[in-house]
DNA sequence: CGAGAGCCTTGATGCAGATCAAACGCGCGA
DNA sequence: TCGCGCGTTTGATCTGCATCAAGGCTCTCG
């Protein structure tokens, strides 16, 4: 299918919509040019409300630079944060209408869009779109059935430990490398964020995350910047049993 | 695109793998056919796994009666159910190799399956095939995002009653029909599945249950046949705010 | 430089649900 | 028919996290 075409290499592939963790090899250029012709960028300053749940979305898109989450709220004003819009992340749902839950940028916010009725009818001409775009949701319910374990049935500690190990894996793997030594990232939730994630307290954090430094699982600069001497170490904490590697 | 084909009713169409909650408009008849070559049914006694997380899965399918799950166990024996198959639930991860999850048959179990390979290349070349399925997984991953509400910021009755009310809903739906009346069902899981599905203790499941009895919000004959006099006010107590419909 | 606002940490106390334990009820096979 | 096993119920106690409360750190703005 790619044959007598170039091939875009994903670094010039940024906002496509169906790359995936800087993983783009099925574009051709054809479909790239029509894809721009539908593109537009947007930015939302920290704490805005990108989309509420049940609005019309006529867009979808990537998450080009900042973080966002999806968060769901109760009347009586629980919530519960059911996933992390990190760089490179896909946002939208095509063949639905609304959103299910409320887009939030955490900090400052800049998204690629994609008109979204040019889109869906461009799925119905390019199969391999909508089967990438399968693949990705695939990805997302696993993402989200691993996300019930920590929830139903970890315990604090281990729940903070799962946080930190997903964020650290997330933010090596967008640095395109593969760290021996320790890793070192800035966490980009407050406390209050990691707690809706988790469905704990923000006080409860704030403790497990003092008592992991005091156990020299983690260190910290400051309340953001982490590093972490031993991930195989914080695995255990997480009581993940597989290393679950650096390779997602 | 069903212009000159008759079209398939839902009735008659019970295994089609992108049938949804009894809805399969867009069969038409040649890809029944293609489908019907690359078909056959399997059974499963309650109890029995059907497929281990991490085992190559050589099939997609359809459930067409009993009840399974999907569940995630850790090293120390700790398991949270993922989700709940029900007939005219899909199985399966196309364009993926293993399974994620283990699956559990609950009762007796009869699936009807279609091999993944041929499924795979039928996707290639049929559009709304590859659509549909993306629906389906996006449905699951609202789903999935619910439940991670239900178990990260809800109390255990809450928990109790959001099971009570999807099972409700899910068996209404397959009845077909439009319970103006009490809601009447039976429980298809043990006190201890419901626990791994809310993230609870069995105990704690038997005094919710115990206390929602006493309270008359449900009705119990033995200990699964269950009457829900008033659908309402099951959905107050499960925390829900939208009367949610029987519609889906 | 000081005041205030956010965000975070730490302490004291309370409670929902876990854990430990015992007994019930029902179906089933001898 | 009895006795056994499994799923369930109910009670007593324990504990991890929530809740309530008080400061601390750091950045910004006057």
Known sequence: ?????????????????????????????????????????????????????????DFVGTVVSGIGTLTQTMEDGRTQMVGLLLPSDFVGRPGRDGSAYDVVATTDLVMCCFRKRPFEQMMERTPHLSQRLLEMTLDELDAAREWMLVLGRKTAREKIASLLSIVARRDASLKLGVPDGPLVFDLPLTREAMADYLGLTLETVSRQISALKRDGVIHLEGKRHVTIPDFTRLMEEAGDDSDGGMLV
Chains 1, 2 share one sequence.
């Open 1 to 57: 299918m790619l044959k007598d075409k170039p091939v875009i290499a994903p670094h010039e592939c940024v906002d496509c919509p169906i790359r995936h963790r800087a993983v783009c090899a099925r574009c051709d250029v054809n479909e790239l040019e029509e894809l721009e012709a539908i593109k537009y960028y947007r930015s939302y300053e920290a704490g805005q409300t990108v989309i509420w749940s049940g609005d019309r979305m």
